[in-house]
């Protein structure tokens, strides 16, 4: 089955920096990409994603970028904020299975004023 | 839109009792309906998807006798927590997708509800 690893499971940034976030997946069939901001006790929610048919995918200070052949993508975000500090996980899926959703371990970014 | 609610969003019950939480899909149908565990500091793991009218799908070491999920309708799924016991206690997530609203591939997450058994 498909296995999601992430890197790094913590990341400490100044505010106004960028915070690199990146994802490898096993499953060549994985297709849908998405990322999602967790905060403590809250429902993730969803923030960004990727399908397959595009390498790169921008909305305001928030990049994600796909990687086919070497079965990796990532997050990007500028410029980033206080309110940036959350846990992010990146998840796979694909068509079969119903698209049930693997998630990577997790990324904890503090943004420090 | 797209609304996902669950219930309760807390529950403290004693060792050896059963829980239910409920999954609803507010203001659209669900094809398929996910539940998933979180404990403290750790990732989403998934245990179970669920299609309206049939069995669940459970993943892996999940046990299916003691996470009972019921897909009784297009906007209600339930999971009960058999027996409970303390290595139980985390908090339980679902998701839904829609039929016939966004891509295919989107899921909506509920809020959580956390179990703590004592």
């Known amino acids: 089955g498909e296995n999601v690893e992430q890197h790094p499971s913590t990341l400490s940034v100044q505010e106004g920096d960028s915070a690199v976030i990146k994802c490898t997946y096993s499953d060549s069939a994985s297709n849908y990409f998405p990322w999602y901001k967790q905060e403590l006790g809250k429902r993730p929610q969803l923030i960004i994603d990727?399908?397959?048919?595009?390498g790169e995918k921008k909305d305001q200070r928030i990049a994600v970028t796909l990687n086919k052949t070497a079965k990796h993508f990532s997050l990007h975000i500028t410029e980033t904020q206080p309110e940036d500090s959350a846990v992010y996980f990146c998840?796979?899926?694909?068509?079969?299975?119903?698209?049930?959703?693997?998630f990577g371990a997790g990324t904890r970014l503090a943004v420090h004023p | 839109g797209a609304v996902v609610s669950q219930h309760p969003s807390w529950v403290i019950c004693k060792s050896g009792t059963s829980v239910k939480i409920e999954c609803r899909s507010l203001?659209?149908?669900?094809?398929?309906m996910f539940w998933y565990r979180q404990f403290p500091k750790q990732s989403l793991m998934l245990m179970a998807t669920s299609n309206e009218g049939s069995k669940a799908t459970y993943e892996q070491g999940v046990e299916k006798d003691k996470f009972l999920i019921n897909h009784a309708s297009l906007t209600l799924s339930t999971l009960t927590v058999t027996s409970a016991h303390p290595e139980d206690s985390s908090f339980y997530i679902c998701?839904?997708?829609?039929?016939?609203?966004?891509?295919?591939?989107?899921?909506?997450f509920g809020p959580g509800t956390r179990l703590t058994v004592l």
């Open positions: 203001d659209f149908q669900a094809t398929t």
């Open positions: 990727i399908r397959s048919n595009v």
């Open positions: 998840a796979a899926s694909s068509l079969g299975g119903y698209n049930k959703l693997i």
């Open positions: 998701s839904a997708r829609a039929r016939d609203r966004g891509p295919a591939d989107t899921q909506y």
